[in-house]
Structures are given as structure tokens and as C-alpha cells.
T-cell receptor
Framework: AQSVSQHNHHVILSEAASLELGCNYS??????LFWYVQYPGQHLQLLLK??????LVKGIKGFEAEFIKSKFSFNLRKPSVQWSDTAEYFC????????????FGKGTRLHILP | GAGVSQSPSNKVTEKGKDVELRCDPI?????LYWYRQSLGQGLEFLIY????????KSGLPSDRFSAERTGGSVSTLTIQRTQQEDSAVYLC?????????????????FGEGSRLTVL
């Protein structure tokens, strides 16, 4: 069964700093990968996803993630964060081409100092 | 409605009582998920429906938890004899078949959640 590990539970950055949130998954087969974001007081929403093709995926609000198959990783990046990026970020995975559940990591709370 | 609807939004109950949480997915979405969100635990998978059947119930914490889905639409999560450790936000999400193959590879659309507090 697949699993997801997010290395950073709580990250604090100043505005304009660069961001990288780690995500590693455990599954031997082909996967779909996702990053979801939950802004304070709001419901979870999709930030970006990888199904196939270019391993560098661009999402909303300037976020991107790179799928590195050899490292089983799908790290989230943003070159310059803003105060409005304060939120909780969740990495998720499911096995492709199967009726299979989507598993989430424990999340990373990102706090941006103005 | 346009989004996933969950009810009640807040539920306070006494230990030992039964509760029912309802999820109304986006029309036409074949897959429906239940997750539990508690502080420090992220999103804990509970159960997943494809149509009316549940291919994976492995996430249900105990036999006090059950879920059903009827007509390929509304789902109900039932917790019997609630315990204090059941306190959490219960999230429902639905998705339609994705474009990249498989029957469920699409984006999850989440509801606002049902916050359960067991006293």
C-alpha cells in the first residue's frame, strides 16, 4: 500500500524567501501525485498535480513541484513566498490505473512573516 | 449545489451517543471519500466509494464506524457509541474519472467538513 511522508511539520519564513516543502511517497508502481492547500478557515483545494509527462509541474499562485522518480519525491517549491501563502500544505498520492484511494501526508503548516 | 455539501457543520454529542454525518457530492462524481482531520494527524483516510460500492474500508478505525452510499450520490458516515477520541473534523470529497487513465484519477473536491466534538 502507498504512503506519504512530509518532512517538515511547521515552516516559518519571511516574505520573499524561497520555499521548498519535502514530500516522499512509498509505492512500487506508477503513481499520481498531488499537492493540496488549506488556507485558514477554508476547505482543501488542489494546488497542482502530476499524472504523466513533464516531471516539473506548475500550479496556481506561482507554485511548482518536481517529480523525481528515482527519489520517490514530489517536492513543492515557490521562488518567493507572500504573506498570503500562509496555509497548511498536503502532499497526496494514489496508484495510477487502479481503483485506489488517495492517501495524504500529515501536512506542513507554513507561516509567512510579513 | 455546485460543491460538496456536508451536514451538520458542527455536532456536539455526549460520549456513548451515535452520530450520523452526511455528504452530498458534486452531481455526476462517481468517487466519494471520507477523511478525518485532527491536529497533527493530517488527513486520515477512512473509506472510499466508487459508485455505491466501497473497494477500500481499511481506514475505518473500529467497528463503531460505518458508511454507506445510496444511488451513487449521498453518503452517510455513522459513528456508534462515540468516544472522546472520535472528536475531529470529518471531511468528504468527491471526484470524477480523471483524464490520465484509471477510473479515479481526478481532482478531489472537498466539502467544508463536519466538526464533531464528543464530550
Amino acid at each position: 500500500a502507498q504512503s506519504v511522508s512530509q518532512h517538515n511539520h511547521h515552516v516559518i519564513l519571511s516574505e520573499a524567501a524561497s520555499l521548498e516543502l519535502g514530500c516522499n511517497y512509498s509505492y512500487g508502481g506508477t503513481v499520481n501525485l498531488f499537492w493540496y492547500v488549506q488556507y485558514p478557515g477554508q476547505h482543501l483545494q488542489l494546488l497542482l498535480k502530476y499524472f504523466s509527462g513533464d516531471p516539473l509541474v506548475k500550479g496556481i499562485k506561482g507554485f511548482e513541484a518536481e517529480f523525481i522518480k528515482s527519489k520517490f519525491s514530489f517536492n513543492l517549491r515557490k521562488p518567493s513566498v507572500q504573506w498570503s501563502d500562509t496555509a497548511e500544505y498536503f502532499c497526496a498520492v494514489n496508484a495510477r490505473n487502479r481503483d485506489d484511494k488517495i492517501i495524504f501526508g500529515k501536512g506542513t503548516r507554513l507561516h509567512i512573516l510579513p | 449545489g455546485a460543491g460538496v455539501s456536508q451536514s451538520p457543520s458542527n455536532k456536539v454529542t455526549e460520549k456513548g451517543k451515535d452520530v450520523e454525518l452526511r455528504c452530498d457530492p458534486i452531481s455526476g462524481h462517481t468517487a466519494l471519500y471520507w477523511y478525518r482531520q485532527s491536529l497533527g494527524q493530517g488527513l486520515e483516510f477512512l473509506i472510499y466509494f466508487q459508485g455505491n460500492s466501497a473497494p477500500d474500508k481499511s481506514g475505518l478505525p473500529s467497528d463503531r464506524f460505518s458508511a454507506e452510499r445510496t444511488g451513487g450520490s449521498v453518503s452517510t458516515l455513522t459513528i456508534q457509541r462515540t468516544q472522546q477520541e472520535d472528536s475531529a473534523v470529518y471531511l468528504c470529497a468527491s471526484s470524477s474519472p480523471g483524464l490520465a487513465g484509471g477510473t479515479d484519477t481526478g481532482e478531489l473536491f472537498f466539502g467544508e467538513g463536519s466538526r464533531l466534538t464528543v464530550l
